[in-house]
T-cell receptor
Framework: EPEVTQTPSHQVTQMGQEVILRCVPI?????FYWYRQILGQKVEFLVS????????KSEIFDDQFSVERPDGSNFTLKIRSTKLEDSAMYFC???????????FGPGTRLTVT | AQSVTQLDSHVSVSEGTPVLLRCNYS??????LFWYVQHPNKGLQLLLK??????LVKGINGFEAEFKKSETSFHLTKPSAHMSDAAEYFC???????????????FGRGTQLTVWP
């Protein structure tokens, strides 16, 4: 059964550094998403991406964040200058089209020190 | 606006007894509703979904949920718990139904289910 994959599973970085989180969505899916879950808090939506552009973003997704689909298979989330409060589990998801359910990857745990 | 309230942060049951995980939602639209499960060190797995068809929805592993518009509830049930059901369960709402773009998902805080032998 096809699944969403994410790398790395755990990333440790120092405050102020740039990080790139990588995702490989399910191959015939067209919509892609990033969510995050700070420890002890709800899973929160960050951004959705369709047809090579952002279709929706939350108030969390500020200028420090960017997304890209650099090729036909990867979907990346970049944080330009990490802050302590960016420490969280980051989930990638994909959907066949926007009206179907979203399938989630296992997450990348980002720790900012 | 959309939001979800999961009424219990922890639920403990004995193996073989029924499971009830409670969820209330708020939505400005006719919503789609989902239950996702997360086992330790695993991703979020879709258990079941409601998208404006039958109000009683059956999912994987014997779980089901009933959409009750009058009560704005979407409680998750299972007649007989199994040890492998121990996990965290998330009730999720999105705006829109099948045929329209669902957009972002709004998650509840999660309910940790413990199953005792």
């Amino acid at each position: 059964e096809p699944e969403v994959t994410q790398t790395p599973s755990h990333q440790v970085t120092q405050m102020g550094q740039e990080v790139i989180l990588r995702c490989v969505p399910i191959s015939n899916h067209l919509y892609f998403y990033w969510y995050r879950q700070i420890l002890g808090q709800k899973v929160e939506f960050l951004v959705s991406f369709y047809n090579n552009e952002i279709s929706e973003k939350s108030e969390i997704f500020d200028d420090q964040f960017s997304v890209e689909r650099p090729d036909g298979s990867n979907f990346t989330l970049k944080i330009r200058s990490t802050k302590l409060e960016d420490s969280a589990m980051y989930f990638c998801a994909s959907s066949r089209d926007g009206s179907y359910e979203q399938y989630f990857g296992p997450g990348t745990r980002l720790t900012v020190t | 606006a959309q939001s979800v309230t999961q009424l219990d942060s922890h639920v403990s049951v004995s193996e073989g007894t029924p499971v009830l995980l409670r969820c209330n939602y708020s939505s400005s639209y006719s919503p789609s509703l989902f239950w996702y499960v997360q086992h330790p060190n695993k991703g979020l797995q879709l258990l079941l979904k409601y998208t404006s068809a039958a109000t009683l929805v059956k999912g994987i592993n014997g779980f089901e949920a009933e959409f009750k518009k009058s009560e704005t509830s979407f409680h998750l049930t299972k007649p007989s718990a199994h040890m492998s059901d121990a996990a965290e369960y998330f009730c999720v709402v999105s705006r829109g139904n099948r045929g329209s773009t669902l957009g972002r998902l709004y998650f509840g805080r999660g309910t940790q289910l413990t199953v005792w032998p």
